[in-house]
């Protein structure tokens, strides 16, 4: 039996919930899920359509893995990448101001000019850029952990890309 309301109030809970996740350290500069995932999802998606590749979904999933890797960086004052074999990873760090997600996908998105299409080379770092524009890539989730005047920012893939040997798109 559905009561009226049942709905809404879980999801109210759900909601309030999932923004907690995303303030960290008390940073009430921090963005919400919402603005948080649509943002990413359109940065993201921005730069696949020049290449043809198909948008990308939200994936909370994606987005708590990203979370917990974002806050052991922060926590550990390391910046390496986690090594999960399950997803794709971005990261990116920042100090002294805080970064926005047009920022943050622009930097890897500008990693395109160092990327050959036709002899599938980088000339330089491509990894990132090419990881957002994976064709067999579907679901994307960010998160950004904050503390002092640092900040990382972490984006998880899946399906991964970057496969040795094979063209993003």
């Not at 399950?86 to 047009?102: H, K, M, S």
């Not at 904050?146 to 040795?164: A, K, L």
């Amino acid at each position: 039996m559905n009561r009226p309301g049942t709905i809404v109030l879980l999801a109210a809970a759900l909601s309030t919930a999932a923004i907690a996740q995303w303030k960290h350290f008390g940073d009430a500069a921090s963005p919400t899920v919402p603005s948080l995932a649509r943002d990413m999802v359109a940065a993201h998606n921005a730069v696949r359509v020049r290449v043809g590749s198909a948008p990308l979904t939200w994936s909370d999933q994606l987005a708590g893995v990203a979370q917990k890797w974002a806050d052991h960086l922060l926590a550990s004052g390391q910046f390496s990448h986690s090594h999960n074999p399950n997803f794709g990873e971005n990261l990116f760090e920042i100090n002294g101001a805080p970064a926005t997600v047009d920022r943050v996908v622009k930097d890897w998105a500008d990693e395109a000019r160092d990327y050959d299409y036709t002899l599938n080379t980088c000339r330089a770092v491509c990894g990132h850029y090419t990881q957002i524009v994976w064709s067999t890539t579907k679901e994307v989730g960010c998160a950004v952990a904050r503390g002092g005047r640092s900040e990382i920012w972490v984006c998880n893939y899946n399906p991964p890309g970057n496969y040795v040997g094979q063209k993003p798109y």
